[in-house]
């Protein structure tokens, strides 16, 4: 098999992590700097609403209220929190899970957006079963006392089996369009996410551009606000399939996108089988052929659209361990390893976060990647690599998504969240708007 290719060469030792230790080092200057513009800002903001209001305490309670300040990496940094600045903090929540959706769940979304409905071979879109429906209803009730936005997705099944042929075909495409407004109807949706992983072929993406379409030209028509979105798998960009410009076609219909920077790590992934790695690294990567992260993808789809205001970046709370991974000649260089096949298979699973503890994964003392901000768990007898999102490496996507002004953040998935909410209250809390101009593009384009 192909021997480790390790990227950081010694540089990147693995080191125990602790909430002390796994900050970033601080740049005093600069955040001193920018910690005074903001104060600056603030001061500003505040006398220029009470000169136009004259209402002193209303407009100091909604100030104090919506600034937030919080400490990351030793730098202060003075934001709003998403809720209240319009971006958007989005969540799958699975209708057939035991793990049901609750209100303090929805306290720290905006959207939330329920899964799975089928699609027929006929265009008609149905429930798993009874008790699925059921909690639907039940859900976006739910959403809407808590001022949450509900969203249907048309499929959220991994396989997607029938939305080729039916988007293919004119009659069964109306039949799907018409089932989906039904539903909005009948439960007074938000709105609804297109949900297909994935266009495999130039007719698929004018089929999935067509369904788009369709489905805007109904709901322009609406009094109320009826939202689209769109999840995209990151390797319809980062694999330059060809189909580029038809995905910006569809993020240009849509309202926004979840970009799915999940995955770029996985045995089931052609020619990267044996990779070893986050699933998301933020940065960094086994530097084969191009390195996939969380920061090239994002960056591409800013640099295409020429905004990140309609992206949501996603972040997937579930855990992979690989197995049969081969044993680092030097004991310390555990950072990009690989795996061997086994009966000629790759092999590992997924776990939930919430399940990681009673798995006998000990989260606390985890090892960290610094190079792609991901903790990680490597047994060495067992010869298994456990692969995390923690509350650390959230908060340092978090930061990331602030800081690049991306429009969102789309959490995959509740029922993986402990039963106290230990990751979404991360999204929450440390995801916002930082800074005056939140439409600026915070990337270098030109060499995209
Ligand atoms: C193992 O790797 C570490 C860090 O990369 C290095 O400091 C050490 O000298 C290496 N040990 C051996 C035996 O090569
Ligand atoms: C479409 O197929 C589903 C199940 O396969 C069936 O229940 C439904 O009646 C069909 N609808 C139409 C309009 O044929
Ligand atoms: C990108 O958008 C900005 C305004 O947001 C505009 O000034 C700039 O010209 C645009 N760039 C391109 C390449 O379209
Ligand atoms: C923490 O993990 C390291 C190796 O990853 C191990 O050597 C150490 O014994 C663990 N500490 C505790 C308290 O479990």
């Known amino acids: 098999m192909a021997d480790a290719t390790n990227t950081g060469a010694g540089e990147s030792d693995s080191m125990i992590m602790s909430s002390e230790n796994a900050n ?40 104090e209220k919506s ?46 957006i329920l899964y799975p409905m089928y699609i027929q071979e006929n265009g008609t879109l ?16 739910m959403a809407k006392k808590s001022n949450v936005k509900a969203l249907m997705s048309t499929d959220g099944h991994y396989e997607t089996k029938n939305i080729a042929a039916v988007t293919a075909n004119a009659e069964k495409r109306k039949v799907l369009v018409d089932s989906i407004i039904l539903l909005v109807n009948e439960y007074q ?20 551009i067509a369904l788009c379409k369709d489905l805007k030209e109904v709901f322009d028509q609406y009094s109320r606000r009826i939202i689209l979105s769109h999840l995209i798998p990151p390797a319809s960009i980062t694999a330059n399939t060809g189909y580029v410009n038809l995905q910006k076609k569809v993020i240009e219909i849509v309202d926004f996108v979840n970009v799915d920077v999940n995955g770029n790590y996985g045995y089931w992934i052609k020619d990267r089988e044996h990779l070893v790695g986050p699933a998301a690294p933020l940065y ?12 090239t993808i994002m960056q591409k789809f800013s640099c295409l659209m020429n905004s990140s205001e309609k ?17 680092p000649v030097n004991d310390t260089e555990t950072l990009w390893m690989t795996a061997d096949p086994e009966n000629g298979k790759y092999t590992g699973r997924w776990i939930w976060w919430r399940d990681l503890n009673s798995k006998g994964y000990d989260v606390k003392n985890a090892s960290w990647n610094q190079e792609s901000r991901t903790p990680y768990i490597w047994n060495s007898e067992k010869r298994e690599y456990l692969s995390f999102e923690n509350e650390i490496s959230l908060q340092e996507k978090m930061k990331y998504a602030s800081e690049k002004n991306i429009g969102g953040v789309t959490f995959w998935e509740l ?11 991360v999204v929450k809390s440390k995801f916002g708007c930082v800074g005056a101009d939140r439409t600026i593009v915070k990337y270098e384009c030109e060499e995209v």
């Open 284 to 295: 960094s990567g086994h530097g084969v052929g191009w390195n996939v992260n969380v920061n």
């Open 189 to 208: 949706l938000d709105g609804v996410d297109v949900y297909w992983k994935y266009p495999k072929t130039k007719e698929d993406f004018l089929n999935l």
């Open 311 to 327: 992206l949501n970046m996603m972040v997937n709370i579930d855990s992979f361990r690989w197995d049969n991974v081969i044993r």
């Open 67 to 112: 600034i937030v300040r919080f400490t990351m990496g030793n730098a202060p940094i003075i934001y709003e929190p998403a809720r209240d600045c319009g971006k958007r903090i989005t969540a799958w929540s699975h209708l057939g899970s035991p793990v049901r959706l609750t209100k303090q769940q929805l306290s720290m979304l905006t959207h939330v």
């Open 126 to 141: 149905t429930f798993e079963d009874e008790e699925q429906k059921k909690n639907f209803a039940k859900y976006v009730s």
């Open 415 to 425: 029922r993986s969240d402990d039963d106290s909410n230990t990751l979404l209250e």
């Open 24 to 63: 970033d080092a601080p740049k005093p200057k600069k955040s001193i700097k920018m910690f005074q513009f903001f104060v600056m800002c603030l001061a500003l903001i505040i006398g220029l609403s009470l000169m136009s209001f004259g209402a002193s305490r209303f407009v100091n309670f909604n100030v």
